[in-house]
């Protein structure tokens, strides 16, 4: 991403280059409530604020779903790269909360447009790339994109909204 700034000498805008921010594991381990073997994000780079991220998911042949699917020819169940895309959008929204951050939990209220191009194997680097499409208090939309080697592999539309645990707990107690 670049932004406007101060003149050069040609008259016109001289280029900056935006920061971009970036997670590690350990980061996202503060920001979902995901754990192994459910945490399909490993790191997030190219964070722009709350519009763009890229996630990454190294996958292994020691990843526990390959044990079944398949024993033969071991293949990332699709349902999974839309989970790592939607863990990618959900640690960008709540990275972008206050610095008084309580733990908050993201869930999913639609999937639409899925598609899945080519299998994901062993050895594979997933890059989920997702965008804002637009958020309204709580809730989010995102497109997204997972790609291998820069091939498209998967894509989605995935809507999510932020609660607290705390009070969807609470409200759990009274309808129980």
């Not at 890229?54 to 349902?79: A, D, L, S, W």
């Not at 497109?143 to 409200?171: F, T, Y």
Request: proline share 7%.
């Amino acid at each position: 991403m670049w932004q406007k700034s101060e003149t050069n000498p040609e008259g016109g805008a001289k280029p900056e280059k935006k920061e971009l921010g970036a997670a590690d594991v350990a980061r996202i381990l503060k920001l979902l409530p995901h754990r192994y073997p459910f945490l399909l994000v490993d790191k997030l780079i190219d964070m722009d604020s709350d519009t763009s991220v890229v996630g990454i998911k190294n996958v292994t042949i020691n990843e526990p779903f390959f044990q079944g699917h398949f024993p033969n020819f071991p293949v990332m169940p699709g349902v999974l790269l839309i989970e790592g895309m939607a863990q990618t959008a959900g640690a960008l929204c709540l990275s972008n909360l206050a610095d008084s951050y309580e733990p908050q939990l993201v869930y999913f209220m639609s999937i639409d447009r899925a598609r899945f191009r080519r299998p994901v194997l062993p050895g594979d680097t997933v890059h989920y790339h997702m965008t804002k499409k637009r958020n309204r208090g709580r809730v989010w939309r995102f497109e997204g994109k997972a790609k291998v080697n820069g091939q498209l592999v998967a894509e989605a539309e995935i809507s999510a909204m932020i609660v607290d645990p705390r009070q969807d707990a609470s409200r759990s107690q009274e309808n129980g």
